[in-house]
């Protein structure tokens, strides 16, 4: 045993470095279409979109530098304005009540229901649908004249969502769009956590006399914390750049009146060949996106210590 | 006692009920729409016995020749995609899995970083550089862009995955003189398959799917079905809701019955990414 030991350490093997050691050349190749793949869609584009943000440009033009005057003129836009206000409107509704509902859900799971194996995969199906599929489904299930959905509220004396000309109904339908698509994330991830949790931590509270709610409180929810955070996050910024469903449904429209951000870049760069604008647009939208996500993140996150 | 015990039975029942109504409704109406004749679509109330019909079936068919090369343009971007996000990230993650460095390190954590980037935004650049290159319009160009969209998760994902398996098995091999790439070939990806699995299952849902860049970057020749059916939903005279449920049917149901199928390895990916990512 001494014998190999000291061999090993006198002459290295030849399968040893292979396997053990990182060198440049033995690892490069295999990270590479990755890091090409990035660089070449992701990372060198978005260079040129902050230089591109900081010019005058449009097709077949030499871009002239402009500094900041981009920046100023869309937030000096009224349409931006009211783009950028649609889309945490929609962004702070939806991922709120979806994040309520998926919780829910996530107990009720968890609290013992038969068929939970057929169930999960019927509340994952949502996840499997094109947004321009859901947009149809829900274009003609809330039709103004047709739909199933509008002609049962009007029935039973509901007011109905007008949708095709008044801009709230028109949000309340992106929210339940962008809700139904993406609710099975949320709660996968939101019951994978709770199934994780361990149940002896039951025990003890009921033991030392906690109320159900107690145990909620003071028990699911701190534990929960954490994927609850991971959840909010990457729906914040996943919602933040929501683009086919409100162009698919509303087209931005009646009169720009339910447009979003992503949608507000997109007229700027091919409707009106603003590049320039429209860069500076993408570059407002991705710190926005940024600042809302960590924000709200930093407050739960305090909440959720200051809960424990 | 027992009253309570039946009123939260109760009180799950609705909620089981309503949960499975709001997640399959808009389906199955859509599905079963598309099977009934001319004006039963419109019938109020909706009529659930009706007698099946192919009719819109046969429309789509003869007079939506497009739709069916939308379909055959989706299939192949989307077994293109797959297959060059499957294989990048298994490689990326083999690396991250066995290896660490300081610059492994920050390179992980630009590959997350990348995830902040909304798809949009990389349009505006690209969309000049990829006329240029004589990229538009072509299958080439959808399945790099759907690609990188998911070699940064996919990555994580299979570094998750292949942190599983021990590294005496690398070794062993190693000593009986396999190279890194029958490694990985042979020892990982057999025992990473499920891991491969859970990105497969995100990049096909992704790209049979995918709507903003087959708009901005297609027009005639690689125009995918979500396309196709944009373009029936817009349609100037009118939508004809029957051809529209139709498509609509055709487009989901192979994802659908691959999401169902796969429901396991999409449960995995969602969890691990979420947490390690």
């Known amino acids: 045993m001494a014998h190999t030991e000291n061999r090993k350490w006198l002459v290295r093997p030849a399968w040893e470095d292979m396997v053990r050691k990182t060198t440049f050349l033995g690892v490069v190749p295999l990270l590479a279409p990755v890091q090409l793949l990035l660089l070449v869609v992701v990372i060198l584009p978005s260079i040129y979109v902050v230089w591109l943000s900081f010019h005058v440009s449009s097709f077949g033009q030499t871009p002239e530098f402009t500094g900041w005057s981009n920046y100023l003129r869309v937030l000096s836009d009224p349409a931006f304005r009211s783009a950028m206000w649609n889309t945490i409107v929609i962004v702070v509704v939806a991922v709120h009540l979806e994040m309520l509902v998926a919780l829910g859900m996530a107990l009720l799971f968890n609290s013992g229901i038969p068929f939970r194996r057929i169930l999960l995969v019927a509340v994952l199906a949502p996840y499997a649908v094109s947004e321009v599929v859901a947009v149809a489904m829900w274009r003609f299930l809330f039709d103004l004249d047709i739909g199933p959905i509008t002609l049962l509220m009007q029935g039973l004396g509901l007011p109905i969502l007008e949708w095709s000309f008044d801009p709230i109904d028109a949000t309340v339908m992106i929210i339940l769009l962008t809700i139904w698509m993406h609710l099975p994330f949320t709660f996968v991830i939101l019951y994978a956590a709770r199934l994780a949790m361990p149940s002896d931590l039951y025990e003890a509270a009921r033991i030392d006399g906690a109320t159900r709610m107690q145990c909620f409180w003071r028990v699911t929810l701190p534990l929960m914390g954490p994927a609850i955070l991971v959840a909010l996050l990457f729906r914040y910024i996943f919602a933040f750049r929501m683009f086919s469903e409100v162009w698919l449904l509303t087209g931005g429209g009646p009169a720009r009146s339910t447009e979003v951000v992503a949608v507000y870049l997109y007229q700027e760069a091919f409707s009106y060949n603003a590049f320039g604008t429209a860069s500076a647009t993408a570059l407002l939208m991705v710190a926005a996106s940024l600042v809302l996500a960590s924000g709200y993140i930093w407050l739960l996150r305090r909440q959720v210590k200051n809960a424990r | ?277």
Request: aromatic share 12%; proline share 5%.
């Open chain 2, 1 to 277: 006692m027992r009253a309570e015990i039946v009123l939260i039975r109760l009180g799950k029942a609705v909620a089981v009920v309503a949960i499975l109504f709001w997640s399959l409704f808009p389906i199955v109406f859509i599905v079963s729409s598309s099977l009934k004749p001319g004006q039963d679509i419109f019938a109020v109330p909706p009529q659930w016995t009706f007698q099946p019909t192919m009719q819109h079936y046969v429309t789509l068919w003869t007079q939506w020749g497009v739709f069916f090369q939308g379909l055959a343009n989706s299939a192949i971007v989307t077994v293109g995609a797959t297959l060059l996000a499957v294989i990048a990230s298994t490689c990326a993650g083999y690396v991250f899995s066995r290896h660490a460095a300081r610059w492994l390190e920050l390179s992980i954590v630009g590959l997350i970083a990348v995830r902040l980037i909304p798809p949009i935004v990389v349009t505006l650049p690209l969309f000049p550089i990829v006329n240029r290159l004589g990229l538009a319009d072509t299958h080439l160009v959808l399945i790099i862009l759907y690609a990188t969209f998911f070699v940064s998760l996919g990555t994580v994902l299979m570094r998750t995955f292949i942190d599983q398996i021990p590294r005496d098995l690398d070794e062993a091999a190693a000593i009986d003189g396999a190279s890194r790439l029958t490694i990985l070939r042979r020892v990982i990806v057999p025992l990473a398959a499920p891991g491969i699995l859970a990105v497969a299952v995100f990049v096909v849902v992704f790209a049979w799917n995918e709507f903003l860049f087959a708009f901005i970057f297609t027009g005639t020749n690689a125009k995918t079905a979500p396309l196709v059916i944009s373009e029936m939903i817009g349609s100037i005279d009118g939508v004809d809701w029957g051809v529209l449920f139709a498509a609509s049917t055709v487009q989901l149901a192979p994802v659908l019955i691959f999401v169902i199928l796969m429901n396991r390895y999409l449960v995995a990916g969602l969890t691990a990414g979420a947490t390690k990512g």
